[in-house]
């Protein structure tokens, strides 16, 4: 591996323990203080990355899912841990051995957890080691950050012969918030903005009460607005708001419910006279706070409340020491009117060394143009909640 550092090169492979284990959801639950504890020393933590991410996940879209849990451990503690799903997969019209990541665009991130430092590298070592000894025919990963685990797993794997493919997915936009005050009045960069949004304010709160508000719990009631919010306008004209589908509803109520009792939930509010104006569904975790859902009454346009709402949530987050803020999913025009910093994903697809993995990629793979139109047109998997 480029990046593994000389002292872990130093640990043997053999002092790791690997397990692979095969089973539902039962195994998250098993492994899940030991994850998390895992999250609090690891590379990057992500709320995505989470054992109740997966387990939500898993539930929502996949529930008759076979799991397959990757685990590396030094003397007992847990260094490294990989989800993925056990699938049957056609390609090229051949059945395949298959293993993904167990993730989808909700909301569209995902990577393995393992710990920072020399035994993390070296862990990483270990679990190639193991992957590379399985039997599967086909490994997929989608929406992978370029600086993340699974990139340098995917990055050992080819250096060791396998067979790898990837193309660039949609970036996802953040932003680094200031410290300062007077840097932060500078928000929005869009010059045009920061001027409509203090015309806006000024407007709004001539009308009444302006009340910007966050809410920590799971409240039904307050997530019954920001549903019926989200499906009042684009969204629930075109199906995609998350009460237009069941298990999406599911979905991020089972969030909810488990980042609250695990102190990291926010539902941001703005509101006009008691109306819901907008309102982000967030995440607040290791120094970030992350807007995975968001909605605005598409009713007060001309008020540009999606904007309003975001410069109320980046001086919320100064006050708390949060130095970034991740708005996640692809980096549409208004997101980028906020920032110029983004963060690059890719989708990967490794293919095995058995004949049939073989024929396939041969079939499939023999020319630039086919790869990206296979990657790009990955058929989706998941089954609705009955």
């Given amino acids: 591996m480029g990046s593994e550092s000389p002292a872990a090169k130093s640990i043997p492979p053999a002092a790791f323990t690997v397990a692979l284990d095969e089973g539902g959801v039962h195994l998250i639950d098993r492994l899940a203080e030991e994850w998390r504890e895992l999250c609090s020393r690891a590379v990057d933590d992500q709320p995505f990355y989470r054992p109740e991410w997966i387990r939500a996940y898993l539930r929502a879209f996949v529930p008759d899912a076979v799991l397959l849990l990757l685990s590396v451990r030094l003397d007992g503690r847990l260094h490294l841990v990989l989800p993925l799903v056990r699938e049957r997969v056609w390609l090229a019209g051949i059945p395949l051995r298959g293993l993904r990541a167990p993730a989808n665009i909700h909301p569209g991130r995902f990577d393995a957890v393992r710990?920072?430092?020399?035994?993390?590298?070296?862990?990483?070592?270990?679990?190639?080691?193991?992957?590379?000894?399985?039997?599967?025919?086909?490994?997929?990963?989608?929406?992978?950050?370029?600086k993340s685990t699974v990139a340098e797993l995917i990055s050992t794997l080819s250096t060791l012969g396998w067979r790898t493919y990837s193309v660039r997915e949609k970036s996802n936009p953040y932003v680094i918030i200031p410290s300062n005050p007077d840097l932060r009045s500078r928000m929005?960069?869009?010059?045009?903005?920061?001027?409509?949004?203090?015309?806006?304010?000024?407007?709004?709160?001539?009308?009444?009460?302006?009340?910007?508000?966050?809410?920590?719990?799971?409240?039904?009631?307050?997530?019954?607005?920001?549903?019926?919010l989200e499906a009042s306008g684009w969204k629930g004209r075109q199906g995609s708001?998350?009460?237009?589908?069941?298990?999406?509803?599911?979905?991020?109520?089972?969030?909810?419910?488990?980042?609250a009792s695990l102190r990291y939930f926010v539902l941001y509010m703005l509101e006009l006279n008691e109306r819901l104006l907008a309102a982000h569904f967030s995440l607040m975790l290791a120094g970030r706070c992350y807007s995975p859902k968001v909605a605005y009454d598409e009713s007060f346009a001309r008020y540009a409340p999606g904007h309003l709402i975001v410069a109320e949530i980046l001086d919320d987050c100064a006050s708390r020491?949060?130095?970034?803020?991740?708005?996640?999913?692809?980096?549409?025009?208004?997101?980028?009117?906020?920032?110029?910093?983004?963060?690059?994903?890719?989708?990967?697809?490794?293919?095995?060394?058995?004949?049939?993995?073989r024929l396939a990629s041969a079939i499939r793979?023999?020319?630039?143009?086919?790869?990206?139109?296979?990657l790009r047109s990955m058929r989706k998997r998941e089954k609705p909640r009955p």
Wanted: glycine fraction near 6%; include cysteine; aromatic fraction near 10%.
């Fill in 321 to 357: 020491g949060i130095s970034v803020y991740d708005i996640t999913g692809p980096a549409d025009e208004w997101k980028m009117k906020w920032t110029t910093e983004t963060y690059k994903l890719n989708r990967h697809v490794v293919m095995g060394r058995g004949a049939l993995a």
């Fill in 115 to 146: 710990s920072a430092g020399a035994e993390g590298d070296a862990a990483l070592t270990a679990a190639c080691t193991t992957l590379s000894q399985s039997r599967w025919d086909i490994l997929e990963f989608a929406h992978i950050p370029e």
């Fill in 241 to 259: 708001a998350i009460v237009s589908v069941p298990q999406v509803r599911y979905f991020y109520q089972e969030i909810a419910e488990a980042a």
């Fill in 365 to 374: 793979f023999k020319l630039r143009p086919e790869i990206v139109g296979l």
């Fill in 188 to 228: 929005p960069i869009n010059s045009r903005l920061r001027t409509k949004l203090r015309q806006a304010r000024r407007e709004l709160t001539s009308q009444g009460s302006l009340k910007f508000s966050r809410v920590e719990v799971a409240e039904h009631a307050a997530l019954e607005r920001f549903y019926q």
